[in-house]
Every structure is written in C-alpha cells, then in structure tokens.
C-alpha cells in the first residue's frame, strides 16, 4: 500500500503564527531538559512530567456544518491534500475524524485508528431512533417515534447483515494500521459499496456504519507539530442522530469553525447550528462561508451576505465580533492542484471578476489565476484566524503553565543549594516527621478549603439553574393561559426557549467565573504557606524561595444548552401535540411538564456533571502541586538535593544553566 499524503504543493503561510507558539515550547523543554538532572530524582521527575505536558499540547480545531456544506473539502485544502478525506459520505455515517498533525504523541506503529461503536452506544442509536426519536417518545408521539425507529433500524440491520458473525466482534473494538492510505479511509468512512456485487474485508464503506472514530496521524512536511483538525459528519439528517455527536466535539476543541453556504439565505438548519455554537466563547468561533465561487459576483454579493449574517448572529446572541471568513473549497482544491482550467466555467469566471476587482495588494505585478485562487479561496485567512486563536488562547496557557513549573523547578534546585551551599556550610538536620507533618497539614487543609469552595459554588449553580429553569416554565405557561383564553385549543402556539437557554449559559459561565477566582485564590495561598516551610523548617531566608502557583483548568463551552429540545421544533410539529393534547385537559400544565422534562437533562448535565468534572480537574491540579512540593521539600530535608551524587564537572556549568533558565523564565513572565 501506498501512502496517500504527499507534500503539499502550497505552502500553508498562514499557519506561521503557530511556527512562533511551537519554537518557544521549544525552548521551554529544552531548558527543562537541561536542569532535569542538577537535582534529586524529584527534579528529574516532576522535568519529565512537564516535557510530556508540552508534549501532548495539540489544540483541537473542530468543523461543524450541514451535510454537503464543504468541510471535508475544506479540511483536505486547509492540509494541502485534496484527495485524502472523501466527500460525499454514506449519509448514515457518524464518523468524527481527527487529523493529528504531526503529532507528537503518536501511538508507537500506528497512523491510523478506527474505533467502532460500542454496544450500548450502537443499542441507544437503534432503540431510540436518534433525538428526534427521543423528543417523540417524551411527547408522547408513539407514531412517530416508531416511524423514525422503523427507519433506524432497517439501515442497522443492513449492516449486521452485511458484516455477519463478525459485527458483534467488532462493536467496541478499533482497527490500527501503520500507514494512512486512501483505500483505508474509504473502508471506515466512505459510502457502502455493498450493492455492487461481492465484498470482501477490504470494500469500501465495509465498516462506514459502524466506525465512531477515524484518527489519523499524518507527517506533514511545512505544517506546525501538535495541531488536530477534526472534521464531523454534518447535522441535517432528520433524525438528529448526529446532534450529540456535534456537541460533545465542540465541547473539546478549541476552536470551532461553522461552515456555511453562500447561495442560499441562512436555512432553519443553519440556525440550529448557530444555536448549537452559541454556547461557545466567541474568540473561540470562526464562521467560514464557503461556495462563493457559486455566487454570480462575489465581490458585491460577498458585502451584503455578510451584513446578512451579522445580523443574525447578533440575534442569536452570538457575538458581532465572530469573524466571518470567504471562500471556496473548490477554488482552494484548483489552486492546490493547479487545475484552474478545469473549473467549470461559471466558477473561473466568478474567480476572475472576483480577483479582478479585489487586487492583491502585496503585489506589484499581476498575479497568476492558481496564485488568485490561493488568496480568495478564504484557506490563508481560515489558517491566519486559526493561528491567531490558538496563540492567544491555550497556546498562550500553555506557555504560562510550562514557564511557571519550570520555574518552581529552578526554585526547588537553587533552595537546595542555598541550604546545602555548593561550599557546604553544614546545616542542623530537620526534623522528616515534622516537616511531613507540616505538608501535609497544608495539603489538606487547602484540598478541603477548595472542595468546600467548589461543592459550594456546585450548589449555587444547580439552584440558580431551577430557579431559572421555573421562571422560563411559569413564563411560558401563562403566555399559553392567555393564548388558549383567547383561541382555546383551535391555533397551535410556540414558546422560544432562546430565553432560558441565555439564562442557562449565563448561569453556567458565571460558575465557571466563581471556581476559577476561588481556585486561583487558594493556589496562590498554598504557594505562600509552602515558601514558608521554607524559611522555618529550613533557615532559608524569606523571599529568597519564590513558589508560582498553577492555573486553574480551562472551562469547557455549556455546549448542551444548545440540543435541540421539543420547543425548538417547528409549527407543524406543534399543531400535531396540540391535535394530541386537545381532548387531554388541564393543557397547560401538560404543557409544563414537557418542558420540565425536555430541560431537566440539560440542567443535570451542567449541574451534576460539567460542573462537578471541572471542580474535580481544579482540585486534581492542585493536588499535583501539592505532590511536587511535597517531593521537593521532604528531598531537602533527607539530604543532599542531589548534589554529593553529582560529577565535579556537571557542576561546574550547573550555576550558569540555573541563571540562563531563570532568565529564560524571568523574560517570558515579561
Ligand atoms: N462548487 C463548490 N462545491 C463544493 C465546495 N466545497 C465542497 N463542494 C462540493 O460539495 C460536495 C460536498 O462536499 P463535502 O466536503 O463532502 O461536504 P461535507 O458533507 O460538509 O463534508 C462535494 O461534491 C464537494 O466537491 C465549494 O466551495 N464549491
Ligand atoms: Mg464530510
């Protein structure tokens, strides 16, 4: 088998930002490899644990979109690689690919990994027919909800049938391969070949209906290390299955680019998307526009579909200053394979008004129609604003965690070394069990005074939450009083529920806004408490050792505030609960109860796990800090900080290494 990724013939400029990023990560393990061995095995430990923390920084770049809006197409332009991801997949498919470039983690031997569902995971899809199923069920639509289900469950017969014996081996297993080729991918992600006669394990499509996850690693030459580009199936299909898909992949990127279509007004799913998102920070959000080389004359069409669009975003409370990106995979793919002649004609000549009337201004003379559809094709400028969003957010974090823990790793050397003196004034030993008994007292006094701090916050978020989520209720339901007053049960009647979701986010964000103070808080006071031990255990003088406290973790997006609940449904969908309803009195509170039930899940899920699984990250951090100085303190007081089993001649450099580390830190904290 041939590998199908191959040098890009474009180079990717505007994905030099990150050059920067990754050159000063760089450095940061470079000097955390040079001080690994100037101390005691702690050093060395507590070195190792932060090299593998650079290491596995790979911020995740996340598109989302309808069925057929281009992000395949996108994602292989944005990699210089038209031919790698196949657009136009089985519409069943549910596979969320990763493309890991140049990962620095890649699993030993393996380039790429197909996971499949895993039983129960394929028995929700099958039983509840997807959300839509779920939503019927809930509102008592057995019908429907056995219509969908039916329909469900032919497309997964066909593939037991299809894969025989074998599919119940398969469920919850992967595939690895050590070598990514296009064949391959076709087999997990493609659409079926199965009716074109024999099949065999290495059809296409054989296992597309049941692979969860494509990750594929590819060595790209010219292309920043640790990035992931992932691309998801799309959210059109009428059964929502891929709704949570959706989500839980916005959850953890940390950038989300919603690809739209430029010929057609924004459709109702297009708003289900922008709802999907409004959850997400806005600094965290890239909206690309693609297919304008359908348009007759973008270079007018292009001003007002943007005017369009910003205001529809200011009315889904998506913040005005998400920055909005024009272009066209297809343009992008002619570019990268220099087939501009092979545009159908409307799209070359859309191309040529377009570069004509939008002159590059970076150059001097006349550019070529590939070097055009380069610069129009919106990939330089998607790259550029991705860049630019990963250097400022977790590429900025990032940073800020390596510099602060190699910092407090040159600290815990050079205590040692004012306590021991590379000219050894010989100390009174400590006392190991006080000094135990001291860190753990710190220890633990501050895990407790943070579990306290966040089980509090906790419970002020789920009661905020209720209060809330009965507010929005009692609203609705005596909107509905005075419509039925009015109407009686004759005229179907929808309630938005963008209010309570608003109240939901907010709810959530300001949590996340309460732990983060609190956590820094009780960080910077266990760094304080421990440079005291120091000073009294030590002799040491105060102010000389100089401890940074970690950062809190990062608060993922609220993301299912935005699934799709009854309410969000259409009319037409209504008039049928209404038609329902009718002869089942008291309506409103009936009313009221779907409302409890389709909302209580998206409170359950912020209250009783987000929530609490951050808490839980922020007091995980907090006890690995605890575990470093712990190592740390408890070395110094056994002995020699490492330094009578050192080589006359390591030491000789190692006053120099400790200086040029510090500046290193002391010139990044500037
Ligand atoms: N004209 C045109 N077609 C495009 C563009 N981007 C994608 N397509 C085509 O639209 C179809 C769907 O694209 P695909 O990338 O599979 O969409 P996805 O479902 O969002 O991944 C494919 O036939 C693509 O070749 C574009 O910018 N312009
Ligand atoms: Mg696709």
Redesign the pocket.
């Known amino acids: 088998m041939q590998s199908s990724v191959s040098k890009p013939s474009i180079a990717p400029t505007g994905l030099d930002g990150l050059n920067a990023l990754w050159a000063s990560f760089d450095e940061l393990r470079e000097a955390v490899t040079n001080i690994a061995d100037l101390g005691g095995p702690e050093i060395s430990e507590e070195a190792k644990r932060i090299v593998s923390k650079i290491d596995s920084f790979e911020p995740t770049v996340t598109?989302i979109?309808?069925?057929?809006?281009?992000?395949?197409?996108?994602?292989?332009a944005m990699i210089g690689q038209t031919d790698l991801?196949?657009?136009?997949?089985n519409p069943w498919t549910s596979v969320v690919t990763s493309l890991h470039l140049n990962s620095r983690n890649r699993p030993e031997g393996t380039q790429a990994l197909f996971r499949f569902f895993d039983e129960e995971e394929w028995d929700r899809l099958v039983s509840t027919g997807g959300r839509l199923g779920e939503l019927a069920q809930r509102a008592g639509f057995d019908a429907e909800q056995d219509a969908v289900r039916d329909q469900v469950l032919a497309m997964r017969e066909k593939s037991r049938v299809r894969l025989g014996k074998k599919f119940e081996l398969l469920l919850g297993t992967s595939h690895t391969y050590d070598m990514v080729t296009r064949d391959l991918i076709d087999r997990y992600v493609c659409y079926g070949g199965w009716d074109e006669g024999e099949e065999d394990e290495t059809s296409r499509g054989r296992y597309a209906d049941i692979t969860k996850l494509a990750n594929l690693y590819l060595d790209l030459p010219g292309y920043p290390s640790g990035l992931c580009l992932r691309?998801t199936?799309?959210v059109n299909d009428t059964f929502m299955m891929r709704e949570q898909i959706t989500l839980n992949s916005i959850r953890d990127s940390r950038l989300c680019v919603v690809?739209l279509?430029?010929h057609q007004a924004l459709s109702t799913m297009d708003m289900a998307l922008l709802r999907l998102v409004a959850a997400v920070d806005s600094r965290e959000l890239v909206i690309f526009v693609?297919?304008?080389?359908?348009l007759d004359d973008p270079a007018s069409q292009i001003a007002e579909i943007a005017a369009n669009f910003k205001e529809t975003l200011r009315k889904h409370d998506i913040g005005a200053d998400v920055p909005i990106v024009f272009?066209?995979?297809?343009?992008?793919?002619a570019a990268l394979d220099d087939s501009i002649d092979q545009l159908?004609a409307p799209?070359r000549l859309a191309l040529q008004n377009y570069a004509a009337v939008t002159p590059n201004p970076d150059l001097a003379s006349r550019e070529t129609q590939q070097e055009s559809a380069w610069r129009l094709?919106g990939v330089p400028n998607l790259h550029k604003l991705i860049a630019a969003c990963i250097v400022a957010g977790p590429g900025k974090a990032m940073q800020r965690e390596a510099r602060d823990a190699l910092s407090n790793l040159v600290t815990s050397i050079e205590a040692s070394d004012i306590r021991f003196g590379l000219n050894d004034v010989s100390l009174p030993p400590v006392d190991q069990k006080t000094l135990a008994a001291r860190i753990d007292e710190i220890g633990e006094d501050m895990a407790a005074t943070l579990a306290n701090a966040n089980n509090f916050a906790v419970d002020s978020l789920r009661e905020r939450l209720k209060k809330s989520q009965s507010m929005f209720c009692e609203r609705a339901v005596d909107a509905l009083q005075s419509h039925l007053d009015a109407y009686g049960t004759t005229k179907a009647w929808q309630y938005n529920p963008a209010g309570l979701r608003m109240m939901l986010r907010t709810a959530y964000k300001n949590f996340c806004g309460d732990i983060e103070r609190e956590a820094e808080e009780i960080y910077g006071r266990a760094a304080r408490r421990f440079e005291t031990l120091y000073t009294e255990m030590f002799g040491i003088e105060p102010g000389r050792v100089v401890l940074r406290p970690p950062a809190p973790a990062h608060a993922p997006p609220p993301t299912g505030v935005g699934k799709t609940i009854a309410l969000d449904l259409s009319i037409s969908w209504w008039r049928k609960w209404w038609q329902g309803v009718r002869r089942q009195e008291p309506t409103a509170e009936r009313y009221a109860t779907l409302i409890g039930k389709e909302t209580d899940s998206i409170l359950e899920e912020l209250s009783d796990e987000m929530g609490p699984e951050l808490c839980r990250e922020n007091e995980a951090i907090l006890a690995t800090f605890v575990d470093a100085q712990r190592a740390n303190l408890m070395s110094l007081a056994k002995g020699t900080g490492g330094n009578d089993a050192m080589q006359t001649d390591r030491l000789a450099g190692k006053t120099e290494t400790l200086r040029a580390t510090r500046d290193l830190v002391d010139a990044m904290a500037a």
């Open positions: 598109m979109g309808q069925i057929k809006a281009g992000k395949t197409a996108l994602v292989n991801l196949p657009s136009d997949v691309d199936p799309g690809v279509s430029a693609n297919r304008i080389d359908e272009g066209s995979a297809l343009w992008a793919q159908p799209s094709c």
